[in-house]
């Protein structure tokens, strides 16, 4: 089986997403069940199928990876109890926790992992034809070789050097799933799905509730809930307005403005930042955005501080460059684009621009990881009028919106438009390679043709670097030329917000992914 990473795939303004259970509870009775108020409805069990951050909010409950990040930042022991490389780098030997069950009581074995990552890249594989698996080839196409050592040992070998591989490993879509249960039941496996976690499906009512159980067969420590149940709300407003009656007792995101008032009537307010931007893309093929001092006079005439304090009410944090503070590779000497306009018309004029322009900048209407789309776009466009900028607004739906954001900008007509991409392997190569390459030019995920030879030389190189710190550095000095590029114009990186009721026990976000939930350790009073 040969695979590789292509430049086109499939994405979300999401880069995909996380993490195995975590770990330190010793367990305890259960205490009844929790409601959580999501965005949006799940859209598969199937953990390699999802490409949106809602559904891997479940599935995070439902399935394990091999390994994890843990607390402090550092990758752990998931279903691999301990892993060994190669010394040329290309072979990675996992051996597998003893006597593990998926919650219907079958084994779980070296054979499932392998057929794990084969269905969702070898076109061989029995599995394959239950796709599609949008993230496959994306997270793990440098996979060469998926093989069963022993029942209890794995090897997955490599085309090439990937010192990100580990990390993709922590991704949901890693999740080991029962190749018994996924052949017996092909196409419906999106609708039940079967993995180790935690929990495990209940009953399932598309678009009203989602129920999970306990898993009876877990190899860990006892959940404290006995059942969670999902309720799509997708205003945020409503969230908020249902913690307060009692219907839910966890809302993800509600209304930014409302976090005061709901913090002051005793409900917990649980925020904290993590791998995501949120831009706004332009169009480096065509005037006015082929000049860099446009889109550093863009950058300079956003007043991120008033939109991150205004609009988000502090749920985000003013953005000079794609990498989230904390991530490897985020260079903390940047440019900041401190509110400047008239420092913004200086470098028009210099443009050839004294006068300004008129643009379009789409606006999806909602969005995973989207923020507050409307109003920060609403503001964007003062902003930009204030230096001579005239940009009028298209609002779009969602799904078409991705559309034209997957053919890129010359194809779709785009001048501008907003985004945002969060990282959920937590690692540099899975924001900068995919977005700011030449490579990932349409049909990849580089939609405004950003280019710069030394920033592909950098990227390239710091996927191969095995030394931690100089990779760090790789990544810096990319940081610091796609900054100086004025590449988009940076806004802010998002805060997940969690809000809970008082019954909730344990609740605690994870420092290194906050943006999806881990439920097993959590409790009602």
Request: glycine share 10%; charged share 15%; hydrophobic share 40%.
């Amino acid at each position: 089986m040969s695979f590789r990473r292509g430049a086109g795939f499939l994405a979300l303004a999401v880069s995909a997403l996380l993490v195995g259970c975590s770990t330190g509870s010793t367990g305890g009775t259960t205490s009844g069940n929790l409601t959580v108020g999501y965005e949006a409805d799940a859209t598969s069990l199937d953990a390699a199928q999802p490409t949106d951050i809602n559904t891997m909010q479940v599935l995070t409950q439902m399935y394990d990876t091999l390994v994890q990040w843990g607390t402090d930042k550092n990758l752990q022991p998931g279903l691999a109890t301990d892993w060994k490389t190669s010394s040329d780098g290309l072979t990675y030997t996992f051996n597998l926790r003893s006597g593990v069950k998926f919650a219907n009581g079958d084994p779980l074995t070296a054979d499932d992992v392998a057929f794990t990552f084969d269905r969702m890249l070898d076109q061989n594989s029995p599995g394959y034809q239950y796709g599609p698996f949008p993230f496959g080839a994306f997270f793990f196409g440098a996979i060469k070789q998926s093989k069963a050592v022993s029942p209890t040992q794995v090897e997955l070998s490599l085309s090439s050097p990937d010192a990100g591989f580990l990390a993709s490993l922590t991704v949901i879509t890693a999740g080991i799933v029962d190749k018994k249960a996924a052949l017996a039941a092909g196409k419906d496996f999106a609708n039940t799905g079967m993995g180790s976690g935690p929990f495990m499906l209940d009953k399932w009512t598309r678009g009203q509730q989602l129920v999970l159980k306990v898993n009876p067969n877990y190899w860990g420590p006892k959940p404290k809930l006995s059942s969670i149940t999902w309720l799509p709300i997708v205003q945020p407003n409503q969230r908020s307005v249902e913690l307060k009656s009692g219907d839910i007792n966890l809302a993800l995101n509600p209304t930014p403005a409302t976090l005061a008032d709901l913090k002051s009537q005793g409900f917990t307010v649980n925020m904290a930042a993590g791998p995501h931007i949120w831009w706004v893309g332009v169009n480096l093929s065509k005037p006015p955005f082929n000049k860099v001092e446009v889109r550093q006079a863009m950058n300079y005439a956003i007043d991120r501080n008033a939109i991150v304090k205004g609009i988000l009410y502090d749920t985000g944090v003013p953005a000079n460059q794609p990498l989230a503070p904390g991530q490897v590779g985020f260079n903390a000497n940047v440019d900041n684009y401190d509110y400047n306009p008239t420092k913004a018309k200086q470098l028009l004029a210099a443009a050839g621009y004294p006068n300004g322009f008129t643009t379009t900048m789409l606006v999806p209407t909602s969005g995973s990881g989207m923020q507050e789309p409307q109003a920060m776009g609403t503001a964007i466009q003062g902003y930009l009028k204030a230096i001579g900028i005239t940009v009028n607004i298209q609002e779009i739906e969602w799904g078409t919106f991705l559309n034209k954001i997957g053919q890129g900008a010359q194809k779709a007509n785009m001048d501008m438009w907003e985004l945002s991409w969060m990282d959920s392997a937590v690692d540099p190569w899975l924001v900068l390679n995919p977005l700011l390459v030449k490579g990932s030019w349409p049909p990849g995920y580089n939609t405004g043709f950003y280019e710069n030879p030394e920033v592909d030389r950098l990227l390239t190189a710091g996927l191969a670097e095995q030394d931690p710190q100089k990779r760090d550095q790789l990544y810096q000095q990319a940081e610091a030329l796609i900054n100086k590029d004025a590449a988009w114009i940076f806004v802010d990186h998002a805060k997940e917000v969690v809000v809970t009721d008082k019954s909730v026990q344990n609740f605690a976000l994870n420092p290194v992914f906050p943006f999806l939930i881990h439920l097993r350790d959590v409790g009602r009073s």
